[in-house]
């Protein structure tokens, strides 16, 4: 009988912290699938126009996936078209939370069929996520049906689906 119970607080003390460590996985509550559509006209040394969508799934373990497509339209002075460039990429990243903060970290991006951007013009004008090694940082607040808002400086930017609220 002793010997049961000190095989059975062995067991307690040793090995049930190590089960409750792995049944508490590094998996986050975060799913989620943000969409956005842009239409933004830059003045620098040349003025361009920047239209189409991007479409952003996080997952749960962790990763993510963002696709961008649209076209960058180059202007010339009196604003007529000077030429357009198809924007087609896909960038993986990996993302972590600390409090209401998420961090991620860009680790490829990939021009896919279609895409035509100069490596130049997508260095100056492409969104900082479509940069390997970009790293953002964002807010969210968690809305009552799952969803999340994405904030920047408190101020919001994207309007994300729970994929448990997606089917």
């Not at 095989?7 to 943000?34: G, H, M, Q, R």
């Not at 126009?49 to 180059?74: C, E, M, P, W």
């Not at 090694?133 to 994207?158: E, F, T």
Request: hydrophobic share 40%; proline share 4%.
């Amino acid at each position: 009988m002793k010997k049961k119970a000190v095989v059975s607080l062995f067991i307690t003390l040793n090995i049930a912290p190590w089960l409750a460590l792995f049944a508490l996985s590094p998996k986050s509550e975060l799913d989620l699938y943000c969409q956005v559509p842009f239409n933004i006209r830059i003045e620098k040394q040349q003025s361009v126009k920047l239209q189409g969508a991007i479409k952003t799934h996080y997952y749960a373990d962790r990763s993510a996936i963002s696709f961008i497509s649209g076209n960058l339209v180059q202007l010339q002075e009196d604003g007529s078209t000077e030429a357009i460039w198809r924007i087609n990429r896909r960038a993986e990243f990996t993302w972590y939370m600390n409090q209401n903060y998420l961090h991620s970290i860009t680790h490829e991006v990939h021009p896919a069929f279609g895409d035509n951007l100069p490596h130049s013009l997508a260095e100056a004008y492409l969104f900082p996520t479509y940069k390997v090694q970009h790293r953002d940082y964002y807010q969210l607040s968690r809305l009552a049906n799952d969803d999340v808002i994405v904030s920047v400086a408190g101020m919001p930017r994207l309007y994300c689906h729970s994929q448990t609220n997606v089917g």
